[in-house]
C-alpha cells in the first residue's frame, strides 16, 4: 500500500475543492444545447426530480445527466483507473454511485421522462455531442 503524498488535511482540503455544480463538461454540454437552439429551454441542476439532472428540459420532459467518467465509473481509460491507496474504499464508492444512478434513471423513467448519460470523455468531441444531443432532444 502506497502512502499519500498530502497529509490528511491536505488531502481533505483537495477533495473539498472537487465541485459538483458548474464543473467544465457541464459547461460544454450546455454549450452544446445552445448550439442546437436550446439554450434558453432548460433548467439547471434539477433538485426536484431524482437524482438532480444536470439541465433539465421540463417542457420536454427530458434530463441530462453530466458524468464524471472517474466518479461514475465509465468503462473508458480515465474511468477503468483504480486508485491504488485506500482502493476498497473507492471501490464500493463508485459502486454505489453506479447504483444511485441507475435508481435516480429509473425513477425519471417511471415518472415518464426520458433521461440522457453524457460522460466526460464524450464532451472532448463537440460535433459529435452536439448531433447526439440533437438527436435527444429533438421531438
Not at 476498497?88 to 426520458?114: E, F, M, P, T
Amino acid at each position: 500500500m502506497r502512502a499519500d503524498v498530502f497529509s490528511p488535511e491536505k488531502r481533505s482540503a483537495v477533495m473539498r475543492a472537487v465541485k459538483s455544480k458548474d464543473t467544465k463538461p457541464e459547461r460544454i454540454v450546455r454549450a452544446a444545447a445552445c448550439a442546437c437552439g436550446y439554450g434558453r429551454r432548460y433548467r439547471l441542476n434539477g433538485a426536484h426530480l431524482p437524482g438532480k439532472p444536470d439541465l433539465v428540459f421540463t417542457s420536454l420532459r427530458k434530463a441530462v445527466f453530466v458524468h464524471g467518467c472517474f466518479w461514475h465509473g465509465h468503462d473508458c481509460r480515465r474511468g477503468a483507473r483504480k486508485p491504488k491507496d485506500n482502493s476498497a474504499y473507492w471501490s464500493a464508492k463508485i459502486a454505489r454511485n453506479r447504483q444511485r444512478d441507475s435508481v435516480a434513471i429509473q425513477a425519471l423513467q417511471g415518472a415518464g421522462w426520458s433521461a440522457l448519460v453524457v460522460w466526460e470523455c464524450e464532451t472532448r468531441n463537440a460535433d459529435a455531442l452536439e448531433a447526439r444531443l440533437a438527436d435527444f432532444l429533438n421531438p
